[in-house]
């Protein structure tokens, strides 16, 4: 029985991760252009600033209710491999979660950072140089999230 619940808990984790990240891509979408070049003439300034703004408000709560969500995730990977015998399927989902969740995790913060700490009415070089970067990182973390949902559905739950 907890052989067939800890993929089911995996799951669970990285779906909400899922829609949370695509949740903040959607408000992000006026601004990707951005996350290729910082002076995009695709993007209007007054789009960065509000973006900007927006992300501002959401970076009280979205970082500890993501690190608790990924980091029972990642408690329950781990957990599925020892479960597993450390096969080679819990292998493949740790090995991918850990490469990607490890290159997010030497970005993430410094990125948030440079967010929360510029006013959105400072240099718009500036705004628009920190939420492409952030963006970016929110879109490296979808993928992450989305595809580790269905590595896991196809390595445990069919």
Known sequence: MTLNFVPTLIILFFSFATGFFAVLSYIEKPVWPLMFDAQSSAVIDSDARLIHAELKRIIELAPPTMMTVVGSGTICILLQAWLQGFNRDSLVVLAFFAICQGYILTQLFSRIEAVKQTSSDVSISA?????????AIHHLGLATVASLTLLELMLFAL
């Open 127 to 135: 705004v628009r140089t920190g939420l492409g970067k952030l963006a």
